[in-house]
């Protein structure tokens, strides 16, 4: 077996590394602020619809990650658009919506002529065939995303927790919920790569739900959720390749694991500090 | 006395359906304004005229020497619609009541973070700067939104249905609290709970699609009913002749 540190010397592993950070980036943010919203569901969909993008994209001979951005970021304004409007069953929407846009992707696939693609790649992703080109848009985005959310952070605290009193005061609540769900829409996209249509919504939401056990307050809550899901994502790594398990699969698994100590952690703190005030 | 609030011939309506026609309405500086009438009436709506929440169809909201309420008008929400779960602070919460006038680059100075320490001081609320919101009663919320409304000092203070959620006690001590802040601001409260805000507030404008205003803080049955106004009486023993009376 290999050293530890000897793997860096790939690489393959150098990019999955880099990969695993940016996920962790974007995902951690974006993720932080979906399950503040409580849009998990919304983010599903655009997730699944998402694939419509990447099968049209396969049969006009384009790169499958571009066709599932644009399909991803008009799904994405789409059901804001109809929740803003509020006369449709939201829920009911979505489901019709995702999978509507997985049916698509098969639909496509399956008419594109001679090479069939690899499939499971997207649906279950693989952190070490991660492109160049695929990392320089992954930390685009993350940089991106640490900008946008240094600078305007109480803009889209306040109207995320009460968009009403914000539009009272003027603040263009529209157009940022438009600016973060295309976000959601492109983290979704861009980290496809990585765990798949399948898993991606775990990394926006295990480290949240992880980060919050400590903390209740949404800027402690995106630090938490970039590092909870920066150790899952490369511990993951670490582990399918020793294990020679899919790595999509077991980021997942090292998320939840990393989930359940610091859970065990918390009950350990919450049960010292009653011994001690019964002391 | 200064005019704060012009409401001119308002009239909203959602999808084809008139809430509020042909409404005057004019507030002035340190007005106490109570607004009653029957759910669905159009109370909440007129105050959301007001904040520039709602669609107007005809009309106009007029702020003498501004461009909009923002910046005049501090307002308490109805809780309800509020996430009580949302990882946000108290602190955050009452400090958010600075945004008027900020550029989307929110920064707090040193001087609005001690202005917004002082008013959680006031309301008795400062031990729970740090909460998250998830972790408040009610009555404790009540206090946190209200001092988000009057942390940036506004002319007007708007209320909507401050009484839901809050014990008794907290109640009258609120109550208590609008009569000291009606010496330096205007005050619209709106409220179901007729019987009990009618001896804090001055005057009353009964909402039921048209408003009529009642230049006095004591009404009548019969002239509830000629106002159109028919609200429920929560009176003890003898139906009273006259339903609004200072205590």
Known sequence: METFLGLFRYEFFQNAFLASLFAAISCGIIGAYIVARRIVFISGGITHASFGGVGLAYYLGLNPILGAAVFGVFSALGIQYLSDKGNVREDSAIAIWWSLGMALGIIFVALTPGYAPNLMSFLFGN???????????????????????ILFFHTILFIAFDSEFAKANKLPVRLFNSILISLVALTIVLNIKVVGIILVISLLTIPQVTASLF????????AGSVIFGFIGSFNGLILSYYLDIPSGASIILALVLIYLIMWIIKRGINWRVKVKLEV | MEKLVEIKNLTVAYENQVVLENVDLEINDLDFLGVIGPNGGGKTTLLKAILGLVKIQNGQVIFPGHTSGVGIVGYLPQLQKIDFKFPITVFDVVRSGFVPGKS????FSKEENKRADQVLEEMGIAH????PVGELSGGQMQRVFLCRALVSSPRLLILDEPNTYVDNKFESELYERLRELNKEMAIVLVSHDVGTIASYVKTIACVNRNLYYHPSNIITAEQLTSYNCPIQLITHGEIPHTVLHTH
């Open chain 2, 104 to 107: 989307l680059m929110v920064r």
């Open chain 1, 127 to 149: 952190i070490v065939i991660v492109s160049h080109y695929d990392l320089l848009w992954m930390g685009v985005l993350a940089i991106f995303t640490i900008g946008f959310f």
């Open chain 2, 128 to 131: 729970l700067r740090r909460k």
């Open chain 1, 215 to 222: 903390t209740k307050d949404f800027k402690k809550m995106i």
